[in-house]
């Protein structure tokens, strides 16, 4: 084994590290989706109970969380119980799973063609600009690895589960087809399109040997070890049927599966989802200078075709399989996934790297001309050019972010002590130590869609009792949204008028911020 592919393994590794841990607590801004996972995790790590307060009354919320997959939350919890609560270590589990991402992309490589494979895809993991970032980096690894979503930890199970899988394919073990199913089932228990991984296996069975494969104890012990893991989370949810399915409206339409429509509408708006890339400029002009988003975008489909026609003989090769996985896993994310969530797209993004580093070390492998193999290594240095000018960036914007501790301290300072607070769910982290809920809570009691039983917005407000109303720029937006009576969802700003109207709102100040906006602090008589 050549020492220069771990020397830039593990280069490339400090780099990522470096760049996460810099002003993590700062930037980015803390969004609503951090909060809101991190409330049941809270919970548990200080109370032992795996529910969330926010949401207090709504199929029970507070006793038991059903609407995230419980993989990460649970992880979380750990990290609240050894090293307390706050948005440092809010955001140090995504990156730790960050790290464990590229170092099984990584093994991944390695596995599949070598130690040169698997150091290239680390670097262009960590270096490679995809999208056009805004005000981070458009490096999906270093911009996801920021922020507290469960959506990191999803490849890292998968990618696992495809080792595991290719060494069973290898030493026909029947324990690593298990543990292939059980790591897919820890992916899918962390997001459920987790279980897209399943299906890739499937596939590559019956590629390599035949439609009569598909009976094989290879695929039946994948899925015995897959169903292993879901038995506790069964179990959690069986005993509360009702709850789970109440808590599961706010998804209800993502489980159209028996519409046909279903699966073409969501075929047809599959580009939504990339629209996060943004490689147009305001006049419609095409952004020429990506390097990035172009090697990408023209490298990674001939990479998956060179794979498909380098092993059309030898399927048994572990190549075959990653090919496989990126055509299965983008095929069932356009069919299935009727949420185009740009979050979703970093568990496509590794596969996608590790093709396009397998492509790069082929094509230099068979062109030994130097200027070939000079035209490579331009375009190499040109992507790192290009991502570390972003990482500059991305930095220099987090110099000019208000820090959240900072800005909640300014809006508890304005809150009564043991006051019960109304606001959204960007805010609790920093105002835990009030009774805390979350402004959609009373949204979704006025939503015949989100409730049973659906009552007006002022009497939903009414229901969760506040002493203080945080009125953000979010719930002004909505509220002027929604002034129009012809609007269909006018009873949101018509409930909050009679609600005022009836309650006196005492201003107590108004915090405003270049980064988190004005926020109005209000004590309800």
Known sequence: MKRWPIGVTVSALLVYLLVSISQLSVFPPVGEDEPWIASASYKLATDGVYGSDLFTGYYGMERHVYEHMPVYPLLQAGVFKLFGVGVLQMRLLPVV?????????????????????????????????????????????????????????????????????????????????????????????????????????????????????????????????????????????????????????????????????????????????????????SSGSLHLMRPGFWTALIGIPLAVAAILWQTRRRRNDAAFALAVALIVQASLFATLLSTKSSNYVIALWPIGVLSLAWFSVWLWDRWPNARRRLALGALLVIILIEGSTRIVHARVTARQTTPYDWFEGQVAACIPEGSAVLGFQHYWLGLRQFPYRTGLLPLAYANPALYHDPIPFDRAIERVNPDVLLVDRYLTDLLETTRDPGHPYHRVHAGFEAYAARHQLEPLCVVKDRTYGAIAVYRVR
């Not at 897959?226 to 706010?250: C, E, H, K």
């Not at 209800?252 to 047809?268: K, M, Q, W």
Request: no cysteine.
């Open 97 to 281: 799973l960050g790290l464990a991402l590229a170092i099984t992309v990584w093994a991944v490589g390695r596995q599949t063609a070598g130690d040169r494979t698997g150091a290239l895809a680390v670097v262009l993991l960590v270096v490679l600009r995809l999208a056009d970032g805004g005000a981070a980096t458009g490096i999906l690894l270093l911009d996801r690895a920021r922020i507290s979503r469960y959506d990191i930890a999803v490849p890292v199970f998968g990618l696992l589960a495809l080792l595991a899988f290719n060494r069973a394919e290898r030493t026909r073990a029947r324990v690593w087809y298990a543990v292939a199913g059980a790591l897919a089932g820890l992916s899918s228990l962390t997001h459920l399109y987790g279980l897209f991984w399943l299906a890739v296996f499937a596939v590559v069975i019956v590629a390599r040997r035949g439609w009569r494969a598909a009976g094989d104890a290879a695929n039946w012990l994948t899925v015995v070890g897959f169903a292993v893991t879901w038995i506790p989370w069964a179990a959690f949810v069986v005993p509360n049927w009702s709850d789970y399915l109440g808590q599961m409206r706010t998804s209800s339409d993502r489980f159209d599966l028996f519409n046909p429509s279903f699966y073409f509408t969501n075929i047809a708006r599959e580009f939504d989802r990339y629209r996060f890339i943004d490689v147009f400029d």
